[in-house]
């Protein structure tokens, strides 16, 4: 159960044909490997407030589905700022923290960048439409809670 103070933190074990983490990478010898390592100005954190449920099922898969029972939008929304996302989060009172997403900055490009709740996210959003959930799981650099 989720619990205030308590930090989870979820760094994801795929490694794609094209990305691999920083620590595997080294494992394997960078010279060998291929492949390039995301540098920070490459990657984009975004902010989503979620439920306890959510919050449980995101690190239990290491990923973001629609609710299993059906209740919920298939579409994910993502702040692009952390205070932001908290203020939106205290709007409601079901959300009870919210996870930091760490992708690759060009996976943006495939997203639904519309600001919705635009008084809230002046920094922007980003949508993550359920045909593009297994791109974006598959993406994910990190996953930790960040408030």
């Known amino acids: 159960m989720l619990e205030r103070g308590r930090i989870y933190n979820y760094t994801t074990q795929h490694i794609s044909h094209q990305y ?3 620590l ?3 494992a394997k ?3 060998q490997a291929g492949t390039r390592v995301l540098r920070a100005s490459e990657s984009v954190n975004l902010f989503r407030a979620v439920s306890p449920d959510e919050f449980e099922d995101i690190f239990r898969i290491g990923g973001f589905r629609p609710r299993p ?3 919920s939008l298939e579409a ?3 702040g692009l700022n952390l205070e932001e996302t908290i203020k939106f989060a205290d709007t409601y009172s079901d959300l009870a923290a919210v996870v930091k997403v760490t992708v690759p900055r060009e996976l943006l490009n495939s997203l639904d960048t519309t600001i919705v709740d635009s008084a809230i996210f002046r920094s922007g959003t980003v949508i993550v439409q359920f ?3 297994g791109v974006f799981n598959r993406s994910i650099i990190k996953i930790e809670q960040a408030f």
């Open 76 to 78: 994910k929304e993502f």
């Open 29 to 31: 010898g960078a010279a």
């Open 20 to 22: 691999l983490d920083a």
């Open 131 to 133: 045909k593009k959930l």
């Open 69 to 71: 029972d059906g209740r």
């Open 24 to 26: 595997t990478l080294a």
